[in-house]
């Protein structure tokens, strides 16, 4: 009778660890879908990092050939200023020594400079946009003709 009682109380004690087992399996199932679940999500979220960055680089190519082309039209349009104002000699302004103030317009003394090429291009536009911002300090007939012949030399430059 002993033993039928130890063959019991084994068997009870074989079920409670089943049942721990079975509780254990059930819990690991349940992580290890979690976690399954978790891949997924960052599986999916590589994948739209990765489409968005082939995007991204797609759209930086673009980009790059979009500068590329403007850096060429803006060296042709510079090419065609530089030929459209060969003969064009701009005056330099150089501030006159003076100690009472000076009267409008003759603070400036203007020289003749060095035609217009790839070497001075950026002062002679600089020289050029100040011409034409501030023409009430280029009134006299030589600097209206001057301002005319650009004029009449840029027209034919087309942007």
């Known amino acids: 009778m002993l033993i039928i009682k130890q ?3 084994n068997g009870l004690e074989h079920e409670e660890e089943i049942k721990q087992l079975d509780e254990e399996i059930k819990d690991l199932s349940e992580s290890n879908s979690q976690v399954e679940a978790d891949m997924i999500k960052l ?4 994948t739209t990092m990765e489409s968005n960055l082939k995007s991204i680089e797609e759209e930086n190519k673009v980009i790059e050939q979009q500068n590329e082309s403007l850096l060429h039209e803006l060296a ?3 090419q065609s200023l530089i030929n459209s104002l060969a003969n064009v000699q701009l005056p330099h302004m150089k ?4 100690k009472e103030p000076p009267l409008r317009n003759s603070c400036l003394q203007l020289h003749q400079q060095e035609p217009i090429s790839e070497q001075n291009f950026d002062a002679y536009v600089t ?16 600097n209206k003709a001057l301002l005319e012949n650009i004029k009449q030399a840029v027209q034919g430059i087309q942007v």
């Open 95 to 98: 501030p006159l020594a003076h």
């Open 76 to 78: 042709n349009l510079s």
């Open 7 to 9: 063959r019991a109380s």
């Open 43 to 46: 599986r999916t979220q590589i």
């Open 127 to 142: 020289t050029l946009t100040d011409m034409y911002t501030n023409q009430d300090q280029y009134q006299s007939p030589e």
